[in-house]
């Protein structure tokens, strides 16, 4: 227990005191909306009638920005190779990871979202639909997001493969993320994200830890 | 330092191991055994295998043929090893102390207090500095201090000395000694000479003589 | 009399060693070949001359026989992929490999057939190339991983160290691919509440089903066949390059 809290501790420093990345995604997350406004028109009810799609757009781009830095810089400098002879398993260790990364580019986008539904002239209810369904869906976008980052991670550049990788895998979260905000039968698609993203969550460390060690192997 | 840990007598043993990556065999067929407080040397030139086979003992790397043990474990103990690679795993956005902190607690906490850890390599007055103003030597010592603060009976040292001055070749083969003194293993694979006060403890196994 | 004195080996074993793998089903590749193109052309025969037009969609009824077996192998391929991934993972089987490696362009290109022919068939039929149907919308997600997998396999230089990652990658998408269909699904039909597009009738005449029967089996043999051949091309640039290497470092030593 106190090497995960010890994992958990330093993944959130070293996150927090990235200089402003939690900010940068952010801004990325609010310049998304702004674009989608100023590519569209200024027509309200359109804006309003693509909200939902848009902000789970941009959440899951944003959420694919943060990425690079979950397994890189400790494969680089060699801290994954370490961490598989610590007390606690790798699986436990990336799932600390996983955790520390939906904290520090999940929770900031959804507590930025209420800028993004004035931009997109979204209305009350809605609102907070789109926020019960971000907090529902982006762990498995993160959960997802760790599977293609442990994939790529020894490749040089591998930076600009894992969107690819990531994106037909996420497909799902998008359908239900979006369903849940705006389709009739919104509580269903909502029972069926989170079944996802428990799904994914409980799955993805132990197929990140396999693709981590397999790197090195 | 008095409640020295006397490590379990254990005895690492390879039998007809061949390491290798990228389906390229490097080292083929070796046997050795290291027994409690030796320290067995891997020398060669570049290219010859010495850290694939560090990383093949140290469980990341599959062997391509034959087995290693290390015997006289409890099965329900949990890793037994450090290992010390080319790269430090120190994080230049935590300070000193805690990049230190973060190993003990993941390792497990059984070995020497972080600050005397500290003391022990030479960074005793740096505990609060970011470890990214570290210079290479420095940055080499916080990785060693990282095989103090927790005991483990089996060292794994590739290239232990790379970057360090004078003073610190003898913190290596201070360090190392005192490991041997408490039935410590270690394999170290190293360009630089390292002499044990008592050579006794040391053994040499070369790499790359071709047949 | 001799008497062997080679040790027996199990075929499991045999067929480990990447140049008895090519040694045994080489004779294989002749017959699959022939095989393939005798089902070929019975099959096509029976599409073209020995089969009714449809009362309704006349003549273009005559591209479900190419459309339906590639739609069927797109998943298939999967099936060969995901099972060698295990093969990789559990067993580490070298020619699992080799196998995983093969069927990812092959599956790429059966599926991207399939869109094809479906687009095709979808133009007179619905009278658009492209519909966001549910089967179509899935389809080409799969054809975005069989894409992403090819791509995967270009970026790694190590392809042994790369086999065993891509493994667990193809394993994560054989299990979300069952969701990615359903969720498509459940998509699909909340935008477009009626089905019209059943692209197969409730009951096929037989007069139907003979050619898509016999296509369905050539374009299985041709698949198979690919497979070996693109295995046997694998297991060789291996060999060359591991004697690249050997070659290189022999100029250093």
């Known amino acids: 227990m106190t090497a995960l809290r010890a994992m958990l501790g330093r993944e959130l420093r070293l996150a927090l005191r990235g200089g402003g990345d939690v900010l940068t995604l952010v801004l990325f997350f609010i310049i998304t909306g702004a674009i989608v406004a100023f590519a569209v028109g200024p027509d309200s009810v359109l804006l309003a009638r693509i909200a939902p799609g848009m902000v789970w757009v941009a959440a899951f781009l944003a959420m694919l920005l943060g990425l690079d830095r979950l397994f890189r810089p400790d494969h680089e400098d060699g801290a994954l190779i370490l961490l598989r002879q610590a007390e606690l398993p790798l699986s436990a260790a990336i799932a600390a990871k996983v955790m520390v990364h939906w904290l520090v580019s999940a929770l900031p986008l959804i507590l930025a979202s209420p800028l993004l539904a004035l931009q997109l002239a979204m209305d009350g209810e809605t609102f907070w639909r789109m926020v019960a369904s971000l907090l529902v869906g982006t762990p498995a976008l993160a959960a997802f997001g760790a599977v293609g980052a442990a994939v790529t991670v020894s490749i040089r550049g591998g930076g600009l493969i894992a969107p690819i990788l990531i994106a037909p895998l996420s497909i799902p979260v998008l359908i239900f993320g979006v369903g849940s905000i705006t389709a009739s039968q919104s509580s269903a698609a909502l029972l069926f994200l989170a079944a996802l993203s428990l799904m994914a969550v409980s799955l993805a460390p132990f197929a990140a830890a396999l693709a981590i060690s397999s790197a090195e192997d | ?211 | 009399m001799s008497i062997d004195t080679t040790p027996k080996q199990s075929w499991w074993s045999r067929i480990a060693h990447p140049g008895q793998f090519v040694a045994w089903t080489s004779p294989l590749l002749w017959p699959l070949t022939i095989l393939t193109a005798v089902l070929f052309i019975i099959g096509l025969w029976f599409a073209f001359f020995n089969s009714p037009a449809d009362y309704q969609m006349g003549d273009t009824v005559r591209i479900m026989y190419v459309h339906v077996p590639n739609a069927w192998l797109s998943q298939f391929v999967y099936g060969v992929m995901t099972v060698s991934a295990l093969g990789t993972l559990v067993w580490r089987h070298p020619m699992a490999d080799v196998s995983m490696k093969a069927a990812a362009p092959l599956g790429a290109m059966f599926t991207a057939l399939a869109l094809f022919t479906g687009a095709l068939w979808g133009r007179p039929t619905w009278g658009t190339f492209w519909e966001w149907d549910g089967r179509m919308t899935s389809t080409l997600v799969l054809l975005f991983i069989y894409l992403g997998i090819v791509a995967l396999w270009r970026a790694f230089d190590d392809q042994l160290r790369a086999a065993r990652i891509i493994a667990v990658f193809t394993l994560v998408g054989a299990i979300n691919i069952p969701i990615i269909k359903f969720s498509v699904d459940w998509w699909s039909t909340l935008h477009q509440p009626a089905s019209v597009f059943r692209a197969d009738g409730p009951t096929m005449p037989g007069s139907i089903l003979t050619p898509l029967f016999v296509m369905f089996f050539a374009f299985t043999f041709l698949f198979l066949t690919l497979h070996l051949k693109a295995m046997h091309t694998e297991v060789k640039r291996r060999r060359v390059m591991g004697l690249q290497r050997r070659m290189a470092q022999g100029d250093a030593a």
């Not at chain 2, 065999?25 to 027994?35: C, H, K």
């Open chain 2, 1 to 211: 330092m008095t409640d020295r840990q006397v490590f379990p007598p254990l005895t690492l043993r390879a039998t007809g191991l061949s390491c290798g990556r990228g389906g390229m065999t490097l080292t083929a067929d070796l046997s050795f055994a290291v027994a409690p407080g030796q320290c067995l040397l891997l020398r060669g030139p570049n290219g010859t295998g010495k850290t694939t086979l560090l990383l093949t003992l140290a469980g990341i790397v599959t062997p391509l043929a034959g087995t290693f043990e290390l015997e006289g474990t409890d099965s329900e103990a949990g890793p037994q090893l450090h290992y010390c690679g080319h790269r430090n795993a120190v994080k230049p956005r935590l300070s000193v102390r805690e990049n230190l902190d973060f190993w003990a607690q993941v390792n497990g906490p059984t070995g020497l207090d972080i600050q005397e850890a500290l003391a022990e390599v030479g960074l005793g007055e740096l505990g609060g500095l970011d470890a990214g103003y570290l210079s290479a030597g420095q940055s080499r010592r916080l990785a060693l201090a990282r095989l103090l603060v927790t005991h483990r009976p089996l060292w794994l040292l590739d290239e232990p000395t790379a970057a360090l001055d004078a003073e610190g070749h003898e913190l290596v083969t201070r360090l190392l000694d005192r490991h041997l003194d408490m039935g410590g293993l270690a394999l170290a694979a190293t360009h630089d000479p390292i002499t044990l006060p008592d050579p006794g403890r040391m053994e040499t196994l070369a790499l790359g003589v071709r047949t």
